[in-house]
């Protein structure tokens, strides 16, 4: 450092004992005070729950418990399975409306974000229909579609439509303008910025839709199958609501939730993959 | 000089720009004609919202002008071309680019050089600028010396006829900002391009170039141009030299002057009043 004999403050042994960089180590619950923490605080929830349950001070009418929730949940998908019926109906349901919102709401909203006449032309249908809660179709979507899966589908693309499209426009529009300078100042095509530098950075916003739309084509289904049809996991909740039985009930809310985790969770892998450039941080 | 041939040509440059709810355009522009020589380090100085960056913008093709053309090497400009690079004053870095490929990013824009060129071009260019072994490090991992480094080998790597600098190096901190000067000349030295520098920093107008054309404000316009008589190559050491201060002094005090007009800079007795009021 002081090849050219200049004086260093640094004694010149500084360097003989420990100057070699290490990397901090973290210890194992360091790397997942997360999870660890998150998992303890729903155990001891569940044990409290399960404790009231097992002693007889939670009423089955009103109520249920942890274990005969379990135990429903169980024999619904892997003994008598009543409920894995209901439950791939649906997901068919669910998978379908969810996919076809998505393959058309990302093109359009990229498509929508960069062209503004086509953007102002649909700007005020586009608002009107994302502020009126979707609910209100679905009278409307069964005298067009009946009673069976494709009302059910159309209601879940109905819900997951406006916050994928919606959040895609907004991507676009919020691509750094001295990036796009940057590029067409290297004589950047229209196809070279969208593939270079809109794309890219409109991702994260396309994966946060994705969530939002997932949240909204849950409740879709829920809701759709709820108040029309003879089938689904919506369906069976309103039964198991008219006839008390809260197990049945509570196990429908453990596969919905159970769903949008693990959706969720795919989509944050899927985010995480694309982000990886982002510096870490905790 | 005089013997080699223009490179840029600027005749009668204006710009104007329109706000919402004023009745009257911002003069950014008015009525610029300059020209560069082929090979020529010409730095363009002047107070914040001279027009500086306009003007770059416009030579750059990223901007059209209300009144008047450039022309490079004989040929009016209409657009962005692959005979300039542009390095901006912010890094404009892709943010999920590595360095390498970052570098290579003008040069796949361009369409200029095949696949195996842009390799060897962008490895040499991230060597020239002192970043090797940062290849794979991301924009954010990298310090804002670096990243302007990363932007300049973006540049220089598309092989430019002519380099446009904004203000590169006006975000760093003064000693990166000497060495990058210093290691500019270097560049320079071996690469041979005409080079328009744009800077707010009299001294390192100075220091880079071979002539410094100092900008008006209000509206912005062309004021005077001073020859830069200094041997090359420079050091920095330069910068030390009496006859460089007197230079110095001299673009200052017509700078001063146009700030005093401008109402940027308050004399002495407003400032006083003021602070009575
Ligand atoms: N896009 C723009 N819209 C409106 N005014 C602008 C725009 N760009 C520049 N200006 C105005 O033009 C003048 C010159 O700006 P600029 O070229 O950025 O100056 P400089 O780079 O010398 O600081 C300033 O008054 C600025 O406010
Ligand atoms: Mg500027």
Redesign the pocket.
Known sequence: MNADGQVSVIPADAGAAGAEPVRPTESFYQRNEGAIVGSLSVVFVLAIWQAAWSAGRIDPLFFSGPSAIFARLWDGLFGSGDILEHLAFSAQNFATGFSIAALVAIPLGIVLGWYRLPRLILDPFINGLYSTPRIVFVPLIVIWFGLGFASKAFIVFLSAFFPILLNAMAGVRTTDDELLGAARSFRATQWDLFRTVVLPSTVPFIIVGLRQGLAHGLIGVVVGEFFAGSKGIGYLVGQAGMMFKTDLLFACVVIVAGAGIGISAVLQRVEGYFQSWRPSSN | MGSRPNKLVATGISKY?W?KGEPDP?P??TNVTLSIAEGEFVCIV????????????IATGLLAPDAGRIEIAGKQIDGPGRDRATVFQQPRLLPWRTTLANVTYGMELQRKFDKSEIEDRAAHHIRLVGLAGFERHYPAELSGGMQQRVNLARALATDPEILLM??PFAALDAQTREFMQAELLRIWSHAGKTVLF?T?QIDEAAFLSDRVIV?G?RP?RLKQEFAVPFERPRTLALKRRPDFLTLVDGIWALIEEEGTRAGLVRTAEATTGEARA
Request: proline share 4%.
């Open positions: 720009f706000m911002i950014a522009l002047g107070p914040s919202g001279c027009g500086k960056t306009t003007f770059l913008n904004d203000e744009v707010h900008f404000t912005g």
